[in-house]
């Protein structure tokens, strides 16, 4: 693989809270953004000119799975290839409980085994819960932010209004970390898309 301004893993909660339409919306979210003409811009803006990305859906414990294996995004093909696999993804792990802290874990390890160069690595937790199950996530965004990876995150807030201080204080970490909200699974594409953006502008550290 080239070498990237970005490795980028997009960790999406697939537990119990996130039922089959909002599981769809977030899929379809994520794919949507991905043929944004202005994600493109931003994915291709760096020194790089490319940002590499996976995808790990989450759910109770012991359930990760890696929904879309490291893909280079460099052009509007390889965005357009990613968008429809995005699409094409089943819901790889049965809804359980919300076992965040094995998820941001999970999705560390794609990032400490990116098959390549980038100048900067982020972990992008999407959910509409807090941590329920397994061990916490303090302590796991903690060795993340040691390893030197930035940890932002997307709160869904229908069900659970004070998430987004859950993600602020439990979750988020790195240079430059923040945490946006959404209001609900309809709004789910445009607050990625945004979020995308910001992520992929952020100023290379090398």
Same mark, same amino acid.
């Given at each position: 693989? =080239?070498?990237?301004?970005?490795? /980028? ?22 794919? #949507? ?6 994600? /493109? ?29 490291? +893909? ?6 390889? $965005? ?10 089943? @819901? ?13 874990? #999970? ?11 980038? $100048? ?9 819960? #807090?941590?329920?199950?397994?061990? &916490? &996530?303090?302590?796991? =965004? ?8 930035? %940890? ?6 229908? !069900? ?7 993600? $602020?204080?439990?979750? %988020?970490?790195? &240079?430059?970390?923040?945490? *946006? !909200?959404?209001?609900?699974?309809? #709004?789910?594409? !445009?607050? %990625? ?5 910001? !992520? *992929? @502008?952020?100023?290379? +550290?090398?």
């Amino acid at each position: 693989m =080239r070498p990237v301004d970005l490795a /980028l893993c997009l960790a999406v909660d697939a537990s119990s809270s996130v039922d089959h339409d909002e599981f769809g919306l977030m899929m379809g979210g994520l794919a #949507a953004a991905f043929r944004d003409p202005a994600v /493109l811009a931003a994915a291709t803006g760096g020194p790089r000119g490319a940002v590499a990305v996976c995808v790990l859906l989450w759910s109770g414990r012991g359930a990760q799975e890696v929904a879309v294996p490291w +893909t280079p995004v460099e052009d509007a093909a390889t $965005a357009a290839g990613l968008a429809d696999a995005l699409d094409d993804s089943p @819901r790889l792990v049965p809804a359980g409980a919300t076992a965040l802290g094995e998820g941001m874990a #999970a999705g560390l390890a794609q990032l400490a085994a990116f098959p390549g160069d980038a $100048a900067r690595s982020a972990l992008d937790v999407s959910g509409d819960g #807090a941590w329920n199950a397994g061990p &916490p &996530p303090g302590p796991v =965004r903690d060795a993340g932010v040691a390893g030197g990876v930035t %940890i932002n995150a997307l709160a869904v807030v229908n !069900e659970e209004p004070d998430l987004p201080a859950h993600y $602020a204080a439990e979750v %988020i970490g790195g &240079p430059g970390a923040f945490v *946006m !909200e959404c209001p609900d699974y309809a #709004a789910f594409a !445009e607050a %990625i898309r945004r979020k995308l953006i910001r !992520e *992929m @502008r952020a100023a290379p +550290t090398a």
